[in-house]
């Protein structure tokens, strides 16, 4: 256990919906992470907040949203779903601003698209 | 910005014998080299990493080496086992800065150990 928790586990859901991925980082973690797993595709970088602010953007599609909270809990937002948005999602937390030491992933969330 | 580039996508290997995976980087600035291991529907999880600092670094079967001239690094997995079959991700890191705080990943071997 990474000790990062993501939620739901699975999500099923139709085009042109709108869904929220919840993380909680680890106890002390002031970063998250946001990466998105396609099949058999590497790990692509979505966005990264630290202690409440965005600090870096990577190939997040404007159809995509996120924001850290006070209790640094994370919340990634996706809408007007396409066939192509399915994917592992992955939450990742470290206790720095930037990610020069361990990452530690959440087990992340298997969005379907139908 | 940073960009990664992994070799081989996919490698096979006899129980017992050794894996290479081999990464470069493009951004001078990265001074930190993790790698992660990710089995089938699991998170991946680190299992080693290096600092620009340091050549070389060794934990049990695994090491990693760094050329920071060359900007490339690699994996070794000596006496491979079954349990190693997964695929492995290398990556890169900047530090805070630099501009940009992302940790870039390659693209992933599949690391398959035949008994």
Same mark, same amino acid.
């Given at each position: 256990d990474s000790g990062v928790t993501q939620t739901p %586990?699975?999500? /099923?859901t139709a085009t042109g919906q709108r869904v929220t991925l919840r993380c909680s980082p680890r106890s002390g973690d002031l970063s998250v992470y946001w990466y998105q797993q396609?099949?058999?595709?590497g790990l692509q970088f979505l966005i990264q907040y630290y202690n409440g602010e965005e600090r870096? %953007?990577?190939? /997040?599609?404007e159809r995509f949203s996120a924001q850290q909270f006070p209790d640094l809990h994370s919340e990634l937002n996706l809408s007007s779903l396409?066939?192509?948005?399915?994917?592992?999602?992955?939450?990742?937390?470290s206790p720095r601003t930037a990610l020069n030491t361990e990452a530690f992933f959440g087990q992340g969330t298997r969005l379907t698209v139908v | 910005g940073e960009n990664v580039e992994q070799h081989p996508s996919t490698l096979s290997v006899q129980e017992?014998?050794?894996a290479v995976i081999k990464c470069t980087y493009s951004d001078s600035a990265s001074n930190y080299f993790p790698w992660y291991k990710?089995?089938?529907g699991k998170r991946p999880q680190l299992i080693i990493d290096i600092r620009s600092n340091v050549g070389e670094k060794k934990d049990q079967r695994i090491a990693v080496t760094?050329?920071?001239?060359?900007?490339?690094f690699s994996l070794h997995i000596t006496e491979t086992q079954p349990e190693d079959s997964a695929v492995y991700f290398c990556a890169a890191s900047i530090p805070p800065g630099a501009g940009s705080y992302q940790l870039t990943?390659?693209?992933g071997t599949k690391l398959s150990v035949i008994p």
């Open positions: %586990k699975h999500l /099923i396609s099949l058999d595709q870096a %953007k990577g190939n /997040i599609l396409e066939l192509g948005d399915s994917a592992l999602y992955f939450c990742a937390s | 017992g014998d050794s990710q089995e089938l760094l050329n920071k001239t060359a900007k490339h990943f390659g693209k």
